[in-house]
């Protein structure tokens, strides 16, 4: 028997998400459309929605409300695992990850101070623009009109979805499968902040457009001996596009003080990261003989560095 009283909250388990308000703003109109497409897809609850997540991706209630709420931008990857959780086929999740990379592209230039307007998907019925969304800060300058590169995306996703809707065969098929242009992955430490650290300290900071089905690692490159030294394990990355790396060790344990040293941040796929971990259990897990790598495996992508000298 249900409990008696109040009624329940928005985002409460067992609950559908609400209706999202509209207000312009990148982050409500992905909210707004995603509600409307899990409505089409049997408007299946919280609960459903995580229950049915692969097992690699964690994600709280609490996040996946606000997400379904317009109050986070979602990555990528939480957004398509919510569309397939829904049963989106292959076609339909494509077409989202066109739309939520202009979008990610109109709230990337939001947060700069642009005033911009987000508009629906190509698909949508409803094609009447929402209002300017007013800058989180002052405006800059007025700049120059933005080159036709940046409008490409939203040109090419619109013709995709006349085409399919027109029903044209093969050629507009391959077309609706485009994922559309991305941001190039990107990752920044942002702890700590000065560049004189001990010899293990704490790190963390943002990333971007990490690849799906890769995992973000990070490594200690010595310009003295020329080797890599992946940390143990790899960073923790969440869906506000934080990491953590948990406790660093920079360098060897009989190193120099002075020591100079830069931290890479990259991405690795299913053979890289199994790579990185054979080479952990190998030397005998952090406790054991620190060879290094003489280069990173295959399947592995450099997307961030800082150099640091250890005190």
């Known amino acids: 028997m249900g409990e008696q009283g109040e009624g329940p909250r928005r985002g409460e388990p067992g609950r559908r998400p609400t209706r999202v308000e509209r207000d312009g703003t990148p982050r409500r109109e992905l909210a707004h459309w995603l509600r409307a497409a899990l409505t089409e897809l049997g408007e299946p609850t919280l609960d459903t929605i995580l229950a049915r997540f692969p097992e690699?991706?964690?994600?709280?209630?609490?996040?996946?409300?606000?997400?379904?709420r317009g109050e986070t931008f979602p990555d990528l990857?939480?957004?398509r695992a919510v569309l397939r959780a829904a049963g989106a086929d292959d076609d339909e999740v494509e077409s989202w990850s066109a739309y939520?990379?202009?979008l990610h592209d109109l709230e990337t230039?939001?947060?700069?101070?642009?005033?911009v307007t987000a508009d629906p998907p190509p698909w949508a019925a409803e094609a009447a623009p929402r209002a300017v969304v007013a800058p989180e800060r002052p405006a800059p300058a007025p700049q120059p009109a933005p080159s036709s590169r940046r409008r490409v995306p939203v040109a090419l996703v619109a013709v995709v979805s006349l085409l399919l809707g027109a029903g044209v065969a093969l050629g507009a098929v391959a077309l609706a499968t485009w994922p559309g242009p991305r941001e190039p992955a990107s990752a920044t430490i942002l702890d700590p902040v000065t560049t004189t650290v001990p010899k293990t300290f704490r790190t963390g900071g943002s990333y971007n457009g990490l690849p799906e089905g890769t995992l973000l690692w990070a490594t200690t490159f010595?310009?003295?001996?020329?080797?890599f030294f992946p940390q143990d394990k790899p960073c923790v990355t969440r869906t506000d596009e934080t990491f953590d790396c948990g406790q660093y060790y920079l360098g060897r344990q009989f190193d120099p003080d002075t020591a100079t040293y830069r931290i890479d941040l990259f991405f690795a796929d299913a053979a890289a990261s199994n790579a990185l971990l054979q080479y952990q259990i190998d030397k005998g897990g952090p406790d054991g003989p620190n060879?290094?790598?003489?280069?990173?495996?295959?399947g592995t992508?450099?997307?961030?560095?800082?150099t640091y000298v250890r005190s």
């Open 222 to 227: 010595d310009p003295g001996t020329g080797r």
């Open 100 to 102: 939520w990379a202009h």
């Open 291 to 298: 060879p290094g790598m003489a280069q990173l495996p295959a």
């Open 77 to 79: 990857p939480l957004v």
């Open 301 to 306: 992508t450099i997307i961030g560095t800082r």
């Open 109 to 115: 230039r939001r947060r700069a101070g642009e005033a």
């Open 56 to 68: 690699n991706v964690r994600l709280s209630r609490s996040a996946l409300a606000k997400a379904l």
